[in-house]
């Protein structure tokens, strides 16, 4: 479980890399992060990390109950401590990888946003630029027919 949980988390690493700066794997990324969010692609985004959740919430009982236990004990059980820093492990991949997850999806809005604003205010630019040219148009036929 531990191997996975590491792919998922340098796969996730590599993709919020690819997204802050600019690569030519950026466009393509973007591209499926855009599909991925249309149709049954968020409810399956939003079962899979629920169902991570859990397992993450999961293990967190299992690390108190093993807790408990060597507490109760009175020793450590050379056993559990095994079992306590494996299941620490992957509680702790197993949410930072949600975490990263949340992070992609906030880059991805926030370039979204910032490529819609971006092309609003050359829009507006434009439309600015249209209208001094025609002030500047008036101007100059009447400093003509003033000669």
């Known amino acids: 479980m531990i191997q996975p ?5 340098f796969g996730e ?7 802050l700066f600019r690569t030519p794997l950026r ?7 855009d599909r991925l969010k249309q149709g049954r692609g968020p409810v399956v985004a939003s079962t899979a990390g629920g169902t991570l959740f859990i ?11 093993i807790e408990k236990r060597s507490v109760e004990g009175g020793g450590v059980n050379p ?15 197993l949410g930072f990888a949600l975490f990263l997850a949340l992070m992609i999806d906030r880059i991805h809005y926030y370039i979204k946003e910032v490529r819609m604003l ?30």
């Open 5 to 9: 949980l590491y792919a998922l988390v």
């Open 13 to 19: 690493v590599a993709v919020i890399l690819v997204l």
């Open 27 to 33: 466009k393509p990324i973007l591209l499926l992060l």
């Open 55 to 65: 397992i993450m919430v999961s293990l967190l009982f299992n690390i108190t109950q």
């Open 79 to 93: 056993t559990d401590q095994i079992l306590f820093a494996n299941q620490l492990l992957e509680a702790s991949l």
């Open 118 to 147: 971006r092309k609003h205010l050359e829009a507006v630019k434009k439309l600015d630029q249209k209208s001094e040219d025609a002030k500047n148009k008036g101007k100059s036929k009447v400093v003509e027919e003033e000669d």
